[in-house]
Nanobody, 124 residues
Framework: QVQLVESGGGLVQPGGSLRLSCAAS????????MSWYRQAPGKERELVAA????????NYADSMKGRFTISRDNAKNTVYLQMNSLKPEDTAVYYC?????????????????WGQGTQVTVSS
């Protein structure tokens, strides 16, 4: 059974920091691309950051560059999102996402999994 379990969300003051974690199980984490998305009330879900299976070349949405850092520990099947200099507009539910592919003969099957989300609220 595939599980992505986020943790670390909460209430933080503007300028503060939070570290989100996503513990994965039920699939081959070490060969999966892991991402963080977020969705604010009344808005569409947006990509926050993504990291490849080897941890190289993380990608960030422009508004998060320099403030957020995505990382992963393949030994612990966990991906992290360090969020610094938080702003009220960062308030959202943050979701962990995994994309992976499996080869069966010559056929390639791609899978995508989502966590249940963790609330981040930035407010004074």
């Amino acid at each position: 059974q595939v599980q992505l379990v986020e943790s670390g969300g909460g209430l933080v003051q503007p300028g503060g920091s939070l570290r989100l974690s996503c513990a994965a199980s039920g699939f081959t984490f070490s060969s999966s691309t892991m991402s963080w998305y977020r969705q604010a009330p009344g808005k569409e879900r947006e990509l926050v950051a993504a990291i490849t299976s080897t941890g190289g070349s993380p990608n960030y949405a422009d508004s998060m560059k320099g403030r957020f850092t995505i990382s992963r520990d393949n030994a612990k099947n966990t991906v992290y999102l360090q969020m610094n200099s938080l702003k009220p507009e960062d308030t959202a539910v943050y979701y962990c996402n995994a994309t992976t592919s499996v080869m069966v003969g010559i056929l390639r099957y791609e899978y995508e999994y989502w966590g249940q989300g963790t609330q981040v609220t930035v407010s004074s």
